[in-house]
């Protein structure tokens, strides 16, 4: 058996070995996939640890998504983009480094029924999970992305950032939101983490706007549930693009694209058990 794994501190939650077994099964594919944690001064020598033993690749969690990145000897233009790799391939010529972040949420986003092309994106948050997700939606030609964060100048660095390849992005605060309107809004702080929501003006739901979280949980995430007093029509959590992430990097590493819409239904129900 092929040995995968996911590196995070804490980890006991992580829902990545329950998808990977999943996808293992539906492809026939002979791989074990469990969830290690790494000390927060350990990274590299727990993933070191994993190599020798016999692992052949990782995904890679929060807080290790930047150090994993830095401990690739190759990494792909995604996850030059992004920073940060979730995604690590160990093959005779070192380490390989990829992030399927992005891409996981452009493809739930499609899976929703969600419409990137012409439309007007706001995207909340300027650390790695928002730096993640500006390729992949900048590739899918929005009429208009706007990077808001809480602090404006991290927002403003972050489009800087990418003005070389995306010049057409911009950056604000969220009061500077006043009086403007989207209709797609994705919410990649970590505000739902604390039961939070980022503080938005009542404008920025255009008619018929979709709210996405890129947080999921048992119920619905403190963003999801302003959205919805704000009059966003359509809402989504993340639980899809962990899926679809996870898809993506089972794909780097097997060569096999799993269905991904038995393993939604079933991590769903798994969420709705522990009510
Ligand atoms: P991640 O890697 O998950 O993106 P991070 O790099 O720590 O985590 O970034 C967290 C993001 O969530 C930041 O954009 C942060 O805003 P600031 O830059 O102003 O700190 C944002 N954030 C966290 N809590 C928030 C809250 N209660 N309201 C609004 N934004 C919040």
Same mark, same amino acid.
């Given at each position: 058996?092929?040995?995968?794994a ?5 980890? $006991? ?10 996808f ?9 996939? =469990?969830?290690? %944690?790494a000390? %927060?001064?350990?990274? /590299?020598?727990?993933?070191a640890?994993?190599?020798? $033993?016999g ?23 995604? #996850?030059? /983009?992004?920073?940060?790799?979730n ?8 380490i #390989?480094?990829? @992030?399927?972040?992005?891409? *996981? +949420? ?9 419409e990137?092309a012409g ?6 948050? $300027? ?10 939606l900048c590739?899918?030609v929005? /009429?208009e992305?706007v ?7 991290k927002? &403003?660095?972050?489009?800087q ?5 995306a010049?057409?992005?911009a950056a ?6 006043? *009086? ?6 994705? @919410?990649?702080?970590? #505000?739902?983490?604390s ?12 008619? @018929?706007?979709?709210?996405?979280d ?5 119920? &619905?995430?403190?963003?999801l549930?302003a959205a919805r007093?704000? *009059? $966003?029509?359509? +809402?989504?959590?993340?639980l ?7 898809? =993506?990097?089972?794909?780097?590493w097997?060569g096999?694209?799993p ?6 239904q /079933?991590l769903?129900?798994l %969420?709705?058990?522990?009510?």
């Amino acid at each position: 058996m092929d040995r995968y794994a996911v590196f995070g501190n804490p980890i $006991a939650h992580s829902k990545s070995p329950f998808i990977h077994t999943r996808f293992a099964a539906q492809t026939g594919e002979a791989i074990s996939y =469990e969830a290690l %944690l790494a000390p %927060l001064d350990g990274f /590299a020598q727990a993933v070191a640890a994993f190599r020798t $033993a016999g692992g052949r690749g990782a995904n890679v969690t929060v807080p290790f998504k930047l150090e994993a990145f830095s401990l690739a000897n190759r990494r792909s233009a995604r #996850a030059e /983009a992004a920073g940060a790799a979730n995604t690590l391939i160990f093959d005779d010529d070192g380490i #390989a480094a990829d @992030n399927t972040d992005g891409i *996981g +949420l452009v493809r739930d986003l499609a899976y929703l029924g969600c419409e990137l092309a012409g439309r007007r994106i706001l995207l909340l948050g $300027a650390g790695g999970a928002a730096r993640g997700a500006i390729l992949p939606l900048c590739e899918a030609v929005p /009429a208009e992305l706007v990077i808001a964060n809480r602090t404006a100048e991290k927002a &403003e660095a972050l489009a800087q950032q990418f003005s070389p390849i995306a010049p057409g992005i911009a950056a604000c605060g969220f009061d500077a939101l006043a *009086g403007r309107s989207f209709d797609i809004v994705i @919410n990649a702080t970590s #505000a739902s983490l604390s039961g939070a929501a980022p503080a938005l003006p009542n404008s920025v739901y255009a008619p @018929n706007a979709f709210a996405y979280d890129m947080m999921y949980g048992r119920d &619905e995430t403190a963003f999801l549930a302003a959205a919805r007093a704000q *009059g $966003a029509s359509r +809402l989504a959590d993340g639980l899809g693009m962990l899926v679809e992430q996870a898809a =993506e990097s089972f794909f780097l590493w097997r060569g096999k694209r799993p269905a991904t819409e038995p393993v939604r239904q /079933a991590l769903r129900a798994l %969420l709705a058990e522990a009510r």
